[in-house]
């Protein structure tokens, strides 16, 4: 066994994975490609396992594969590449392993001792024939001392010096894996876990909170959702779908099996089941079927101050933080008389004692929950809202229809899985359906 280092015999770079994630990628020119995410591992029963490539981010949310025969240097805060990156969503197979997603908190076993230890992270080297293995694992015993607060010895050691590494993923934690999602957007937290193995997905799932996983399954594909939705715990899939915004929740729950939806409905809060269940009475593509129950919802004798406070609120998403709908009591939707809308940027024009009564717009054709797709979108582009209210025939304020859920639904159903160029006539389908 060795202590930790960052050169290996003969002074060839070792390079600790850990520590990569979030490198920038270049090419020859100094123009930046991407950021490292990950690393791919063949494990084998003989040998050190081999280091084949990263995973990188670019463009925005697209991730792809480059081999490491195409990197030239790997420095500290860089990596340089030929400049040749194909673009192919990575796709991982089965005899790959990621070592971030798959490696960091595995637990394996030391062949000499018997001894359990935690994988903490892993080094690479190239070797003479320029093929990259993996050289040393970075691991640490199980804390001890009273109340286990004495933290556990750290060391280094050969990956022939210890057993189950090829293991399966239950043996990793979720607490590296949940390191690297920390500061990310739903939307890329949901392109994270959906790239995981059902198992894993569930693992890490039981380390988030209700209303951040909530946030990324709302981002799912359908069947995305269905699928880590149905292997949770029952108790547990009820308290995400109370988190989720009510209108995201319906359609899920209407993907589900009649049984599996019935049981998870009967778990919910009372209050949250009933408006997923009034939700799915009304066709998808229709304002009904689009609409939140949870808009913000506001007295016309409240303040603009308390307007404000409530679209600062960081569980408001930001379409729906930009307007406050006016009604009479009772204020849950269905409301009293819908009496109109106020803008935030109105608002911020005026004092913060002005009652908002004062300041709504009522100049606005109206739409009921039988309203098409096609209806509520020429209203929003009309008026140049990004909510729309939903009213029945008595005034009163069903919900409100977000443009970004309007945006989900005339996106082609594999969107969140296609990185390719969406086409006119995909979206002219789905506006039609």
Not at 149 to 167: H, K, M
Request: aromatic letters at 4%; glycine letters at 6%.
């Amino acid at each position: 066994m060795t202590t930790r280092s960052s050169q290996s015999r003969g002074g060839t770079s070792r390079v600790f994975v850990a520590r990569l994630v979030g490198t920038t990628v270049f090419d020859p020119l100094g123009d930046a490609v991407g950021k490292v995410h990950d690393v791919v591992v063949l494990i084998r029963l003989r040998g050190e396992p081999r280091a084949v490539g990263f995973v990188i981010d670019v463009s925005g949310r697209r991730r792809v594969f480059l081999p490491l025969s195409r990197v030239t240097a790997i420095e500290p805060g860089a990596v340089i590449t030929t400049g040749l990156v194909n673009i192919r969503r990575f796709s991982q197979r089965a005899v790959e392993t990621l070592v971030v997603g798959e490696l960091l908190d595995r637990v394996v076993t030391l062949r000499d001792s018997g001894d359990s230890v935690t994988v903490r992270d892993v080094a690479i080297e190239r070797d003479r024939e320029k093929d990259w293995k993996v050289t040393r694992l970075y691991v640490q015993r199980a804390s001890s001392g009273p109340l286990g607060l004495r933290r556990g010895e750290t060391f280094t050691v050969r990956p022939d010096e210890v057993t189950g590494l090829a293991g399966s993923t239950a043996q990793q934690g979720a607490t590296a894996l949940l390191a690297t999602m920390e500061d990310l957007k739903p939307a890329d937290l949901a392109d994270v876990l959906s790239d995981l193995p059902l198992p894993r997905q569930v693992e890490v799932a039981a380390e988030l909170s209700d209303e951040r996983l909530a946030d990324a399954v709302e981002e799912f594909s359908d069947d995305d959702a269905v699928a880590l939705i149905s292997a949770l715990d029952t108790a547990r899939a009820a308290d995400v779908l109370d988190a989720m915004e009510p209108d995201d929740a319906a359609d899920l729950v209407g993907e589900l099996p009649q049984e599996k939806a019935a049981e998870l409905l009967g778990l919910m809060q009372p209050d949250e089941a009933e408006d997923v269940r009034r939700l799915m009475t009304y066709d998808e593509y229709t304002a009904g079927g689009l609409m939140t129950t949870e808009p913000i919802i506001l007295p016309p004798e409240a303040s603009v101050a308390t307007f404000l406070a409530h679209a600062r609120k960081s569980e408001v998403p930001a379409a729906l933080a930009a307007v406050a709908f006016v009604c009479r009591p009772p204020l849950e939707s269905p409301t009293g008389r819908f009496l109109g809308m106020v803008h935030l940027q109105r608002a911020l024009r005026e004092r913060p004692q002005r009652m908002v009564g004062s300041i709504v717009d009522n100049d606005l054709e109206q739409i009921g929950p039988d309203d098409s797709i096609g209806t509520v979108t020429r209203l929003l582009a009309t008026y140049n809202l990004t909510a729309y209210p939903v009213v029945d025939d008595a005034g009163r304020l069903l919900g409100a229809v977000s443009v970004d859920d309007v945006l989900d639904h005339l996106m082609p159903d594999d969107w969140r899985d296609n990185d390719d160029e969406v086409t006119d006539e995909a979206i002219e389908r789905n506006a039609n359906a």
